[in-house]
């Protein structure tokens, strides 16, 4: 029986996301194994990382740096003592037999992500915790067509886990809140987010219950979306699916479920009886951690600006929409620039507009990314300038000064200069070319008089002509209106 959406309207949903972000450190977590994506299988793995009898490993201390790093921008508890445990389980690629991770002992705990609703208001997500691990070896099945291939280059890469309270209520919570927490690890430079390769990882636990209802409902985890987008198909998918199961008299069973991609369905991996116990215990081999005050301090002082704070400072300090806000804080590489930029130029919405529009459309065009964009933040705020001072027209400026900033070292001076396009806003010239139109034709200005006021744009069009388009249209309105009205 399907459920038609006056029945799927009395339920809600409740979803709680685990993300693991694969740290971008030169070596892995507890070896000095070189931690790189896309090498040839099984050459980045040495006897540590195999966990052979007499190794030890060692602590990779840039892993508590990032961890630490999240946890500031997160506004988390950092734990000032920490030891890490060892996770057991069987698996093909898991050569040492267990994972190292924190248990008990999480390095960050509590604090939240902030993001949008289905409203587009804020809200905030709380995090459970964040602690640090290792990665496991990667299992392909679709190379072979008989065997099941194992490659261990991935087997000890540092991983961050971020677990959050089951506070996200719908797919597209989820969606912004994944999108917030990519921004954040790029930002940070801690990971390079990109779900299609795997080094952001996301398993969603969703539930279902009754509006009004305190208990949570019988949760389900899905496992294996390379996307954000596929994310969210996934949660929608399984909403629907709790509900209509719901709805039917189907008991659920809490279980693990896969994302297919193509049929945009779950598929029952394993119930939770077949769940593993997994004999965690301290880990032997490793230092327990600590993390006194002035080390959070230390590590502070090296961040960026976050995302977050920026977006404050341009609406609140520079009274851009959020909307623009929102995309100049969406990417480092572009609120640097458009930082760089405003250090010259202080029309914060005109730099704003061009770095939306035509700066946008160059790298769209050129699947480049800014910094191999070619006009430096000084270069462009000449032509802002230039602009402000009414020296050139703004479509001037788009259409013909920009592309040539494009190809050439030049400043936008110059080239205005060049392609003479500088425009005349002196009020004696423009005065002269008034009453040069005035004087050819006198016919309209006695019309004007007799109350002909829709004549303004008539002797608009003259002082264009006469100026050979280069009068500065803003300053000769003004200047035209006031002799009109004096005539
Ligand atoms: P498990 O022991 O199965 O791993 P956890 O308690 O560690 O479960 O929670 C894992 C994730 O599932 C967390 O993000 C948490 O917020 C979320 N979660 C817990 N209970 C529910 C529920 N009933 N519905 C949806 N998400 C839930
Ligand atoms: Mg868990």
Same mark, same amino acid.
């Given at each position: ?163 959050? &309270? @089951? /506070?996200?209520?719908?797919? +597209?919570?989820?969606?912004? *809140?994944?999108?917030? !927490?990519? $921004?954040?690890?790029?930002? %940070? ?93 301290? &880990? @032997? /081999?490793?230092?327990?951690? +600590?993390?006194?005050?002035? *080390?959070?301090?230390? !590590?502070? $002082?090296?961040?960026?600006? %976050? ?181």
């Amino acid at each position: 029986m399907a459920i038609d959406d006056s029945i799927k309207a009395k339920y809600e949903a409740v979803i709680g996301l685990e993300v693991h972000a694969q740290m971008l450190t030169k070596s892995k977590a507890y070896s000095n194994d070189i931690n790189e994506y896309g090498a040839s299988p099984n050459t980045q793995v040495s006897v540590v990382t195999l966990g052979h009898p007499g190794t030890l490993p060692v602590m990779n201390k840039k892993t508590i740096e990032y961890a630490v790093k999240l946890g500031i921008a997160c506004g988390c508890t950092i734990a000032p003592e920490q030891y890490f445990a060892r996770k057991n389980y069987f698996y093909p690629d898991l050569p040492k037999g267990y994972q190292i991770t924190q248990d008990k002992t999480p390095i960050c705990t509590g604090g939240s992500i902030i993001i949008r609703d289905e409203n587009q208001e804020e809200k905030s997500i709380r995090l459970t915790r964040i602690h640090m691990e290792e990665d496991a070896g990667k299992s392909i099945h679709d190379v072979d067509v008989y065997d099941t291939l194992v490659d261990l280059n991935r087997a000890g890469t540092p991983l961050l886990e971020i677990v959050t &309270e @089951p /506070d996200i209520a719908s797919s +597209t919570e989820a969606y912004n *809140y994944l999108t917030e !927490v990519r $921004k954040l690890l790029r930002y %940070l430079e801690i990971c390079d987010g990109n779900m299609e390769e795997g080094s952001m990882r996301c398993d969603a636990n969703i539930s279902v219950r009754l509006k009004g209802e305190k208990a949570f409902g019988t949760k389900v985890e899905v496992k294996n979306m390379n996307s954000i987008r596929n994310v969210q198909r996934a949660i929608e998918f399984e909403i629907s699916r709790q509900i209509e199961a719901i709805e039917n008299g189907q008991p659920l069973t809490q279980e693990t479920r896969a994302f297919d991609a193509l049929k945009g369905i779950t598929i029952s991996m394993r119930t939770k009886e077949a769940a593993n116990d997994y004999r965690y215990f301290p &880990e @032997p /081999d490793l230092q327990p951690i +600590t993390v006194n005050e002035a *080390y959070i301090q230390s !590590v502070e $002082k090296t961040m960026p600006a %976050l995302p977050r704070v920026l977006f404050e400072k341009y609406t609140k300090v520079y009274g851009l929409s959020s909307y623009d806000a929102y995309n100049l804080t969406d990417s480092k590489g572009i609120a640097l620039y458009y930082e760089e930029l405003i250090a010259f130029t202080s029309n914060y919405k005109a730099a704003a507009n061009w770095m939306m529009g035509d700066v946008k459309s160059y790298l769209n065009e050129f699947g480049v990314e800014i910094d191999q964009f070619p006009i430096t933040p000084q270069r462009l705020s000449g032509l802002v300038t230039l602009i402000e001072q009414g020296k050139v027209s703004t479509s001037m400026a788009s259409q013909r000064i920009f592309p040539e900033m494009l190809n050439s070292e030049a400043e936008a001076i110059q080239i205005a200069e060049q392609l003479n396009l500088i425009q005349d806003s002196s009020e004696d010239s423009l005065k002269a070319f008034i009453i040069e139109v005035f004087n050819n034709h006198p016919n309209e200005v006695e019309r004007f008089k007799n109350g002909e006021k829709q004549l303004t744009g008539f002797f608009m069009g003259q002082l264009m002509k006469v100026s050979k388009g280069k009068a500065d249209p803003k300053t000769s309105n003004s200047l035209l209106r006031q002799m009109l009205e004096e005539l």
